[in-house]
């Protein structure tokens, strides 16, 4: 007996046939950070989080800089290029209202540490700490030296 796929699940088994040949190839992610002032950002990422420069490369008949800095597994490229437009985001939840990626992410085993820590660094807190109990999830934001936001999260299992 055999059996007939629909065509939207053909489509389906493709997708997800696609997708796992992908993942195998990925090793890590980063993010890209558009800023006005390269070196004040990066150094700002080195005294709090500890990234180092790994490499940089200056493009001046663009206008452009770029540098990629890396702690341990984290990657982050920071790009500064003349004549961009900063993009404020408001503070969560209202942040969503405005396509595009929203902000970093940090999954951290204790949030309250991870907090004191910033507060000690002169990073205030811009919303929370905050539980999110469907999620089982705790979460807060800070903004860097140029207002993006980043957010610390602490997943269940975690003190």
């Known amino acids: 007996m055999t059996t007939e796929l629909t065509r939207e699940e053909a489509r389906e088994l493709t997708r997800e046939k696609v997708g ?21 950002a990066a150094h ?8 180092e420069t790994v ?13 990629f800095l890396a702690a341990g597994p984290l990657r982050l490229e920071l790009a500064q290029r ?11 939840p209202e942040h969503g209202f405005v396509q595009g990626p929203s902000h970093l992410a940090f999954y951290v085993d204790d949030l309250d540490a991870a907090l004191a820590e910033l507060a000690g660094l002169g990073v205030p807190v811009a ?30 299992g975690r003190s």
Do not use: K, N
């Open 20 to 40: 796992d040949q992908v993942s195998r190839h990925v090793t890590g992610m980063s993010s890209c950070l558009v800023v006005a002032d390269l070196d004040r």
């Open 44 to 51: 700002w990422y080195r005294r709090v989080f500890g990234f």
């Open 55 to 67: 490499s940089s490369l200056d493009i001046p008949e663009r206008g452009e800089r770029v540098a």
């Open 82 to 92: 003349d004549g961009s437009a900063a993009l404020h985001r408001a503070d969560p």
């Open 127 to 156: 919303v929370g700490p905050v539980d999110i109990a469907p999620l089982a999830l705790s979460v807060a934001f800070v903004r860097d030296i140029e207002g993006h936001l980043i957010e610390f999260v602490q997943t269940p």
